[in-house]
């Protein structure tokens, strides 16, 4: 399938929901991964102990990080990644949540 016309780049969307069990370990442990970064400036450095403290999502997203989701898969190279987290109202009962629902994106969902 590989042809001119084909682009040798793939976005790959994943969306995980999370039930929170730990806050204060998922804190601590971004609090850790932070004072391990050595090249993080001493100002932003303030900033994120700051968010990751205030909030247990922010701290999440610094624990996450896409390059481990596919540093051990064959073939690719990851180029750019961004995420983010946010606190929800989740009910897994909803249509809303129905993750066999097809997005109209691609055929591909997993």
Known sequence: MSTPETSRFVRLRVELVLEIEDAEGITKAALRRIADDGAMPAAERAQAEGA?????????AYLVDPFDLVSQVPGVE?????????RID???????????????DDDSDR
């Open 90 to 104: 989740y009910d897994p009962d909803s249509p809303e949540w129905d993750l066999d629902e097809d997005d109209g």
């Open 78 to 86: 990851l180029q750019q990644a961004s995420w983010s987290s946010e």
């Open 52 to 60: 990751v403290t205030e909030d247990t999502a922010e701290a999440l």
